[in-house]
């Protein structure tokens, strides 16, 4: 689904990226851990054309994103959707209105089939009997929820998460992983995820992949990340001040 070959990318003397390689099969969950400033949002912003590399490529259904124009992005962005770190919903839009907003700005749907569509996302979520609220009247959970119901409101192949516990309790962050999960399995389309979450991200995962120093040092099942020899992956998924990985 999609292909990462040898991305570069370097703003000023900070290297960010060098040399990030990854494929992410159809149908699967790819999280991404790592320390932050390790570059895990800069690599999602370039699977969405954000970001072009200053080397390397990116494939979206074999098609390379890096060298599209800029009507041939917009036409393959619709193959995405996006669930932002704290949702990012409209304040001064009902929840209805926020997860309506995409099909209104990018379809030919009647009213009626945008709301009945909206119902449907709303379902898929766990919510029901909310639209009329406004973001403010919502718990950190629901609105997270409210984000996924947008993010899926064109039924895309692909969907993209931007940290999708952060501020949350670990009872609602579960619930969330939980819900990110049960999501997939049911439609089958291509998750991938960004996250400091590491018990999150090994329940949820099919593959994890690491990210440190602008390189994936590792990648593999859950089971492997797990059972990985390699001392960054063991000091990071254990949380501690000691070992390779500089801090501060």
């Known amino acids: 689904m ?42 999602l912003k370039h699977l969405i054309g954000l970001l072009r590399p200053d080397k390397g490529h990116i494939f979206v259904e074999g098609v390379d994103i890096c060298h599209l124009r800029s009507w041939e992005l917009k036409e393959t962005r619709k193959k995405f959707g996006m669930l932002f770190q704290g949702a990012a919903l409209f304040d001064s839009l009902t929840v209805a209105e926020n997860v309506a907003f995409p099909m209104r700005e990018h379809t030919r749907l009647k009213e009626e089939e945008i709301m009945a569509r909206v119902g449907n996302r709303l379902e898929e979520v766990g919510l029901h ?5 406004y973001p403010s009247e919502l718990s950190g959970g629901m609105r997270k929820r409210v984000g996924l119901a947008r993010a899926l409101a064109l039924e895309p192949e692909i969907v993209l998460f931007d940290e999708p516990t952060t501020g949350l309790d670990p009872i609602m962050s579960d619930v969330i992983n939980d819900l990110i999960s049960a999501t997939q399995k049911k439609l089958g389309i291509t998750f991938f995820i960004i996250s400091h979450d590491v018990k999150g991200a090994l329940k949820i995962a099919h593959r994890v992949a690491m990210l440190y120093e602008g390189r994936i040092v590792e990648e593999g099942t859950p089971e492997e990340i797990e059972s990985s020899p390699n001392p960054i992956v063991q000091q990071f998924l254990a949380g501690s001040s000691e070992g390779p990985i500089r801090v501060g």
Do not use: A, N, W
């Open 129 to 133: 009997g909310i639209e009329d609220k």
């Open 2 to 43: 999609i292909q990462v070959l040898d991305v570069h990318k370097q703003f000023g003397e900070q290297k960010v990226l060098d040399g990030v390689s990854l494929r992410i099969p159809r149908g699967e969950i790819l999280v991404i851990i790592g320390g932050s400033g390790t570059g895990k949002t800069v690599l």
